[in-house]
């Protein structure tokens, strides 16, 4: 399978100790080759060759358990 690429915007993300945190998280989901949350966009960019809808979800998750004002949405 080929690594797909995709961003997501974490609307409500507070700080940048929370996004190292989001991302610290993410990067031990299988599947993914690269994730990276930019604290000053609250965008995060991921490269993965996992199910996207599963990933999706799993990303949703991580960011909710770090604050849960966080609402995920695709870019």
Not at 9 to 29: F, M, R, S, T, Y
């Amino acid at each position: 399978m080929a690594a797909i690429k995709k961003q997501f915007v974490l609307e409500g993300l507070c700080c940048g100790n929370c996004a190292a945190k989001i991302q610290n998280d993410i990067h031990l989901l299988e599947g993914i080759k690269h994730a990276e949350v930019n604290a000053d966009t609250a965008v995060l960019s991921v490269e993965f060759d996992a199910d996207a809808e599963t990933l999706s979800k799993e990303i949703t998750r991580i960011a909710i358990s770090h604050d849960e004002d966080i609402i995920v949405k695709e870019a």
